[in-house]
């Protein structure tokens, strides 16, 4: 993949096959979204980041340096998660064998729409319906969870 796009400090020059890529390359590999899916390509990549790096995420070594990396982190992220259920969660989830194949993404089917100057992805409740309960997650009604605000 090579796209230089310099009004959004995105170079990225990256060649096919399993590689080791700095934070740079993974933060400027995750922002791209010019191709023919985008966003939705763009999400796929991130899942697949996601999933390469858990195991070493998840090691003892890397939670015990999580107080370290939240006063980097808490800079970008606002959260209410207090450091206490960090740590229980990675400590949970650095339990769970081979990790990586066991994390499951969908991609739930509807259609993109204009709507006052931005665009929405309007979900097809039905379909998306099957696609959950296959997941195990029951009717969720999606409509009654739909807000939009002025």
């Known amino acids: 993949m090579y796209y230089v796009d310099k009004s959004a400090g995105l170079y990225i020059n990256i060649y096919p096959g399993q590689q080791h890529l700095n934070g740079k390359k993974v ?3 995750l922002r791209f979204r010019h191709d023919s899916l985008g966003d939705f ?19 003892t070594k890397s939670i015990l340096s999580i107080p370290n990396m ?22 949970k989830l650095s339990d769970i064998e081979n ?7 969908f991609t739930l089917e509807g259609k ?13 409740e039905s379909k998306n319906n099957k696609i959950l309960a296959s997941a195990g997650i029951k009717d969720l ?10």
């Open 99 to 105: 990790i990586e194949k066991k994390v499951n993404s």
């Open 27 to 29: 933060h400027d590999y």
């Open 112 to 124: 993109g729409t204009m709507y006052k100057g931005g665009w929405y992805y309007i979900l097809d």
């Open 70 to 91: 939240l006063k980097v982190i808490n800079t970008n992220i606002e959260t209410n998660i207090e450091l206490g259920e960090i740590l229980y969660l990675a400590k």
């Open 41 to 59: 390509n763009r999400v796929k990549r991130q899942q697949d980041i996601i999933r390469a790096i858990l195991p070493k995420v998840l090691t």
């Open 141 to 150: 009604n999606m409509n009654n969870n739909l807000k939009v605000t002025e």
